[in-house]
């Protein structure tokens, strides 16, 4: 991935109008999975499909968080 394209996507991370969730919302999200909440619990909580929990969780997402 060139520098360019990784700074852009950088930035439509932070600037996405369309984002379901806040980073408040990953913060609890992942505080929650810590306490052992169950990812399908936490999902639903959130209106996400859990793989997107996972994602969250294990930094695969939202890692500048």
């Given at each position: 991935v060139s520098q360019s394209r990784y700074a852009s996507q950088c930035l439509y991370e932070y600037q996405n109008d369309f984002a379901v969730l806040t980073e408040?919302?990953?913060?609890d999200i992942r505080r929650l999975a810590s306490d052992n909440i169950k990812y399908t619990i936490?999902?639903?909580?959130?209106?996400?499909?859990?793989?997107t929990?996972?994602?969250?969780?294990?930094?695969k997402t939202?890692?500048?968080v």
């Open positions: 408040q919302n990953v913060i936490i999902a639903k909580q959130y209106g996400i499909h859990k793989d929990v996972y994602r969250i969780v294990n930094y939202w890692n500048h």
